[in-house]
């Protein structure tokens, strides 16, 4: 089992700045990917961005434009999420997810095996 906690959300205006983490605890030695998701109030969980845990690649949904990146300390077992030119429309919460298989579609919900509470990210106008 792996437990995962966000951190770092909150009231930020339209253009600031937030960086989430998510700290992992348990057997983080059988983590393959860590991918950060969001839902907005009415919508559909949607991928975010995922990280490759040994190797650091990243990958990232296409309208992030660059804004968003992803990180990871694996000393820390905890992946990061820096939000720039925040937006209303980024307002969500925001959640983590874990993969211990190390194949498959990392942009879908159903490929992570584990999630965080999620930490709520709101951006005002």
């Known amino acids: 089992q792996v437990q995962l906690v966000e951190s770092g959300g909150g009231l930020v205006q339209a253009g600031g700045s937030l960086r989430l983490s998510c700290a992992a605890s348990?057997?983080?030695?059988?983590?393959?990917?860590m991918g950060w998701f969001r839902q907005a109030p009415g919508k559909d969980r949607e991928f975010v961005a995922f990280?490759?845990?040994?190797?650091?690649?990243?990958y990232y949904a296409d309208f992030l434009k660059g804004r968003f990146t992803i990180s990871r300390d694996n000393a820390k077992n905890t992946v990061y999420l820096q939000m720039n030119s925040l937006k209303p429309e980024d307002t969500a919460l925001y959640y983590c997810?874990?993969?211990?298989?190390?194949?498959?579609?990392?942009?879908?919900?159903?490929?992570?095996?584990?999630w965080g509470q999620g930490t709520q990210v709101t951006v005002s106008s």
């Open positions: 348990g057997r983080t030695s059988s983590t393959k990917v």
């Open positions: 990280i490759n845990w040994s190797a650091g690649s990243t």
């Open positions: 997810a874990a993969d211990s298989k190390g194949w498959g579609t990392y942009k879908t919900e159903s490929q992570y095996d584990y």
